[in-house]
């Protein structure tokens, strides 16, 4: 099925410790974005990729790498993960002026 | 900081009702989004108005604009236990990327 798609689901992580969040989609869309969801908070962008080679800072990027590998993958990394990156992560693309497609998330959990 | 929020942030109603829900900004927008998600889930495109546009509709959802007053609401006709959701307004202030608000838990009752 067409969409986009994020691994994993879920992870539990130890502070300090990295991870790679995946995410590809096949709708060969040009922009690429990765938002994290915190209870009453609505979504935040974290960053995102207008078009395959670039990545711009979105509103909460501290403690936050991103690599747009090709125009299909874009990948978020935590490098030391703290309890405060306890979040659900959404990641998403569009086209230009059209709806975003979202991936059913990743819950991730640092103790 | 957020562009535009939801009221109500909660709404309760019997299944067949109608369930509107509105959206504020502060900012001039070119584009304004409606997204619903269910619990657990990603969240999903409903419609993209544009700043142009006065009203949108798509099956039993109807979406209005108001660019004078900065505002949208959407509409929910006929509503099913199904609907029940989160429901986020996105608008792109002038820019490409859009910015959510926190949303209005909406319960459908049986």
């Known amino acids: 099925n067409a969409g986009v798609t994020q691994t994993p689901k879920f992870q539990v992580l130890k502070t300090g410790q990295s991870m790679t969040l995946q995410c590809a989609q096949d709708?060969?869309?040009?922009?690429m974005y990765w938002y994290r969801q915190d209870p009453g908070m609505g979504l935040r962008l974290i960053y995102y990729?207008?078009?395959?080679?670039?990545?711009d800072k979105g509103e909460v990027p501290n403690g936050y790498n991103v690599s747009r590998l090709n125009k299909r993958e874009f990948s978020l990394r935590l490098e030391s993960a703290a309890p405060s990156q306890t979040s659900v992560y959404f990641c998403?693309?569009?086209?230009?002026?059209?709806?975003?497609?979202f991936g059913s998330g990743t819950r991730l959990t640092v103790v | 900081s957020q562009q535009g929020e939801e009221d109500p942030q909660a709404l309760s109603i019997q299944e067949g009702e109608n369930a509107t829900m509105n959206c504020s900004y502060k900012?001039?927008?070119?584009?304004l989004q409606w997204y619903r998600q269910n619990s657990g889930r990603g969240l999903v495109h409903l419609i993209l108005?544009?700043?142009?546009?006065r009203e949108k509709h798509s099956g039993r959802l109807r979406v209005t604009l108001d660019t004078s007053k900065k505002s949208s609401s959407l509409l929910i006709t006929a509503s099913r236990a199904a609907d029940t959701a989160s429901y986020f307004c996105?608008?792109?202030?002038?820019?490409?990327?859009?910015?959510f608000g926190p949303g209005t838990r909406l319960s459908v009752l049986p």
């Open positions: 709708m060969n869309h040009n922009s």
């Open positions: 998403a693309s569009s086209a230009f002026n059209y709806g975003y497609t």
């Open positions: 996105a608008t792109d202030a002038g820019g490409q990327n859009f910015v």
């Open positions: 990729s207008a078009s395959e080679g670039t990545t």
């Open positions: 108005i544009r700043s142009n546009e």
């Open positions: 900012t001039s927008i070119n584009n």
